[in-house]
């Protein structure tokens, strides 16, 4: 298990180096930025002189150097627009967008597993057919659509929910305003999700075991919740894992739409500004966790399937 | 929807080649599944309207009144006749602007996909064929754009080759073939290995040859599937971009960006600027994904993507 983990750590490393190369690389081609950091009536000495200052004229691979450098000691620069240290921008905001990831995740878990073992043990009712036809709905929904008609329908027409930010009046206010971002962004994983647990709880209920339980003169329950399930949860852990960038992925939509302070908002306004360290802190800073968060399932998954480690 | 497959047995005469006999188990899983006939119905009258938007639209899309600015639909009380959908800020008519609209997420769904898959198919190929080098090479690549959110690189991407349809169509397949090279890949390892690979192989044939004649038939069915939801996904993101304005720029009339421009509508109450362009997509996207479905049940009831 130790060598395991090692390996898949040493990988993960590897493929972070991978991403901030390929970011650092697409962004290079955006061209110069200097002029973001000088005033409009600034000479050309002067031009010269911060362009020499930022390290702009310097080749792209002394830059990049420069830039690993500084990100292993957690420093990513200082962004041109707002002249802060970028690490502190981002992990600011990290916390805001860690807990819309999450709650997002809960909720479309809490809706995803009820729904897909009801389905699996009711296979072929109307139940089953209404969850499953809710499941497409909800995988062809665009996430920004989503949250603009809840924000319509509960925001705006009948006023239980206020229609952006983030609260900051202690937890009752805080939840007012986390709900309809967190359904917004779980959305589309809860529909997939719902009918992954559905198809796996349909392969285990087939399972010879199952049988010999259902023979054995159990409940329901107690062969569905504690025999077929167990079996059945190791796929859907592993597409937690791949949820979880999805969901990172989406909140920088569901961050525009509800005006959320995190950092697919912050992303999203440093493009659009040309604000280069900070794009690349937000993409390094967000593929870390999503990495971290990989590794950390997939030693879940060694553990729950000691064939996969010796693999 | 899923795995509610009932096949009918459909009376078949005695005698039939094979390819009909094919014809006949793909109309009869048809038939068994009214949410796939309904499907193919959404997608061809979404295609026609994309198609003849010119010619059936009643009003030019991207100029309008400010004089009929925010017109409810029709049938509502302010709502006036010329305007069955309503009009938005600007006056332009929402029926008009959703029938171009299609025009953009087809086009970029149907050939952003197509391109992707031919890079992702090309690499999957090549990797699982002749390992090695080439297959590390391409599958670090792929890890690497794992570890990033398809939304967040394609904004990047765009942000660096700006706004148009033919950048969007590269974004998006840049940003997606790695699921077909992957897919790909693991199935060449094993169809390598089968019998008539070997003797292909002992009778003298070309890596060429092989590749394209005898593995790349049998790794098609799984192509096929991820493909078709690969254009729902890919809808899905052009609309995302479009609703970032990031897309094909202000000018174009497409389904994102109108929901975006009537985002500020949410107070005041015109709903109809925003949740008809919304509806297309998801009705669209919805089609898309009800085919997948049924493909998938087709090539390989076992396939879960």
Same mark, same amino acid.
């Given at each position: 298990? =130790? ?8 990988? %993960?490393?590897?493929?972070? #180096?991978? /991403? !901030?190369? *390929? +970011? ?44 690993? =450098? ?8 200082? %962004?041109?627009?707002?002249? #802060?240290? /970028? !690490?502190? *921008? +981002? ?59 809840? #924000? ?64 054995k003169g159990l409940g329901e329950t107690a062969v569905v919740l504690r025999h077929a399930l167990r079996n059945a949860l190791i796929p859907v852990i592993t597409v937690i894992g791949l949820d979880f960038g999805a969901l990172l992925g989406g909140a920088i939509i569901t961050e525009t739409v509800f005006a959320w302070p995190g950092v697919g908002n912050l992303v999203v306004k440093a493009i659009g ?39 | ?64 009144n400010v004089i009929d600015s925010k017109l409810p639909p029709a049938w509502l009380p302010q709502g006036d006749a010329r305007f069955l959908l309503g009009t938005d800020e600007l006056g332009r008519d929402i029926l008009s602007r959703v029938l171009f609209g299609a025009q953009i997420s087809l086009t970029v769904g149907f050939t952003a996909v197509v391109l992707a898959g031919a890079v992702g198919i ?132 497409t389904w994102g960006g109108m929901v975006a421009a009537g985002r500020d509508q949410i107070i005041t109450g015109q709903w109809w600027i925003y949740t008809f362009p919304g509806l297309s997509i998801v009705l669209t996207v919805l089609g898309v994904n009800l085919i997948g479905d049924w493909l998938r049940d087709y090539f390989d009831p076992r396939l879960k993507v």
């Amino acid at each position: 298990m =130790g060598t395991y983990i090692i390996r898949r750590l040493l990988q %993960s490393i590897l493929v972070l #180096l991978g /991403v !901030t190369f *390929l +970011v650092y690389f697409i962004l290079f081609q955006t061209g110069d930025p200097t002029f973001l950091s000088v005033s409009t009536d600034a000479t050309q000495q002067e031009v010269e002189r911060v362009r020499h200052q930022l390290g702009f004229d310097q080749p792209w691979y002394v830059q990049y150097a420069e830039f690993l =450098g500084g990100a292993v000691r957690g420093n990513f620069g200082t %962004s041109l627009r707002q002249g #802060l240290p /970028v !690490t502190g *921008l +981002v992990l600011e905001r990290m916390p805001a967008t860690l807990e819309l990831a999450l709650a997002a995740l809960a909720i479309s878990l809490l809706v995803a597993f009820p729904v897909g073992i009801l389905a699996a043990t009711r296979r072929n009712t109307r139940l089953d057919q209404l969850a499953m036809l809710g499941a497409v709905l909800g995988q062809s929904a665009p996430t920004f659509f989503v949250g603009i008609m809840l #924000l319509f329908i509960f925001g705006g027409m009948l006023n239980w929910f206020p229609i952006g930010g983030r609260g900051q009046t202690g937890p009752v206010d805080e939840a007012r305003h986390l709900i309809l971002p967190a359904i917004t962004l779980g959305t589309f994983s809860m529909a997939r999700n719902a009918r992954l647990i559905r198809s796996s709880m349909l392969e285990t209920l087939g399972l010879e075991y199952v049988t010999v339980a259902w023979a054995k003169g159990l409940g329901e329950t107690a062969v569905v919740l504690r025999h077929a399930l167990r079996n059945a949860l190791i796929p859907v852990i592993t597409v937690i894992g791949l949820d979880f960038g999805a969901l990172l992925g989406g909140a920088i939509i569901t961050e525009t739409v509800f005006a959320w302070p995190g950092v697919g908002n912050l992303v999203v306004k440093a493009i659009g500004q040309k604000d280069f360290p900070v794009v690349v802190g937000c993409v390094t800073m967000l593929a870390v966790v999503f990495i971290t968060l990989n590794v950390v399932i997939d030693v879940l998954y060694g553990y729950l399937d000691p064939r996969i480690r010796r693999a | 929807m899923s795995a509610t497959v009932v096949v009918v047995p459909l009376p078949l005469p005695a005698v039939q080649t094979g390819r009909r006999r094919k014809r006949a188990r793909l109309l009869a899983m048809l038939l068994a599944r009214p949410s796939t006939l309904v499907a193919l119905g959404i997608l061809l009258l979404v295609i026609f309207c994309g198609l003849f938007a010119p010619l059936i639209a009643p009003h030019a899309a991207r100029a309008g009144n400010v004089i009929d600015s925010k017109l409810p639909p029709a049938w509502l009380p302010q709502g006036d006749a010329r305007f069955l959908l309503g009009t938005d800020e600007l006056g332009r008519d929402i029926l008009s602007r959703v029938l171009f609209g299609a025009q953009i997420s087809l086009t970029v769904g149907f050939t952003a996909v197509v391109l992707a898959g031919a890079v992702g198919i090309t690499l999957g190929l090549v990797a699982g064929y002749f390992r090695g080098i080439v297959d590390d090479v391409v599958m670090r690549l792929a890890d690497i754009q794992l570890a990033l959110p398809q939304i967040l690189m394609a904004i990047a991407i765009l942000a660096v080759l700006g706004p148009g349809l033919r950048n969007v169509v590269l974004t998006l397949a840049i940003t997606t073939w790695v699921t077909y090279a992957r897919v790909v890949r693991g199935e060449v390892l094993s169809v390598r290995e089968k019998d008539f690979v070997q003797a292909a192989r002992a009778i003298g044939a070309g890596h060429l040859p092989i590749m394209l004649r005898h593995i790349l038939p049998n790794v098609l069915a799984s192509v096929i599937v991820i493909a078709s939801f690969a254009v729902a996904q890919t809808i899905l993101a052009e609309a995302a971009l479009s609703f970032l304005g990031l897309s094909v720029g202000p000018d174009v009339p497409t389904w994102g960006g109108m929901v975006a421009a009537g985002r500020d509508q949410i107070i005041t109450g015109q709903w109809w600027i925003y949740t008809f362009p919304g509806l297309s997509i998801v009705l669209t996207v919805l089609g898309v994904n009800l085919i997948g479905d049924w493909l998938r049940d087709y090539f390989d009831p076992r396939l879960k993507v």
